[in-house]
């Protein structure tokens, strides 16, 4: 790997380890919806994810502690904000300008070698936050260019949401789609197009069984500590002391 790839083993591991501790303080649980399976074994991939928090890069961080423990995880990040936080490009983290040309032949020739080399891509190709709730979800083309020149790299849509249940806490709910690859024949933007559709039905999907407030449709990654804490939940136990019962943290009905 050239000198454009700035990642250092023990800088990724601090930050990534980092973020995975955000993950597991700040909400109750990480929550799969049971779809497409993904296993390190079959990339190099490129995941595209829909963009609706602050947390996104925390979430790659701990998919790809879970799912792609042997491989290196690499994702892009504003040039301009990689000068205030110059450790992330140790972690792993690549600038890019989109409006500077020659920066963006940089960032597709580093993340070409990254995915040769079997490694994972993140990305977020709606290039802003956005409500999961808006629709047309609509891409930039970047990662269709950079399957172009990867033939065969895995393209794979992932939908994020952040909603609450039952507990103070947040919930983060996960859903990977079925995986795409560009055709010998086809145009980037008809890999645009269909990347669009599919993380559209992916966070679609996704949004049904958050509404549906049932726990069994899904697979859970991690479950923090329930309850509220504090004189609230002192309350509670006494309640639940005087009554002979066990005391439950959590708020279900």
């Known amino acids: 790997m050239k000198r454009e790839d700035r990642r250092h083993p023990l800088a990724a591991f601090l930050v990534s380890q980092g973020m995975r501790r955000g993950i597991k303080r700040n909400f109750n649980a990480v929550r799969l919806s049971e779809a497409e399976a993904i296993s390190a074994g079959d990339g190099p991939y490129i995941i595209c994810a829909n963009h609706p928090g602050w947390w996104d890069p925390a979430v790659f961080a701990f998919l790809q502690h879970t799912y792609f423990p042997e491989t290196c995880g690499y994702g892009p990040i504003e040039a301009a904000a990689l000068k205030r936080y110059p450790l992330l490009e140790r972690a792993g983290l690549l600038p890019v300008d989109i409006k500077d040309r020659s920066s963006l032949r940089r960032f597709l020739r580093t993340a070409q070698r990254i995915l040769e080399a079997g490694n994972i891509l993140w990305i977020t190709p709606q290039g802003h936050f956005s409500d999961v709730r808006q629709r047309p979800v609509v891409l930039q083309s970047g990662f269709a260019h950079l399957a172009r020149l990867v ?84 309350g509670r136990r006494v309640r639940q002391w005087l009554r002979g019962a066990r005391f439950e943290a959590g708020h279900k009905p």
């Not at 849509?157 to 859903?175: D, H």
């Not at 958050?210 to 859970?220: A, I, K, L, W, Y």
């Open 151 to 234: 033939p065969g790299v895995r393209m794979v849509p992932l939908a994020i949401e952040y909603s609450f249940w039952t507990e103070s806490k947040p919930e983060l709910f996960l859903r990977f789609g079925a995986t795409l690859t560009l055709n010998p024949a086809e145009t980037t933007q008809s890999m645009k197009t269909r990347m669009e559709q599919a993380l559209t039905e992916t966070m679609d999907r996704l949004a049904c069984d958050v509404q549906s407030h049932e726990p069994e449709r899904f697979r859970t990654l991690l479950e923090g500590k329930n309850g509220v804490g504090g004189f609230y939940d002192i």
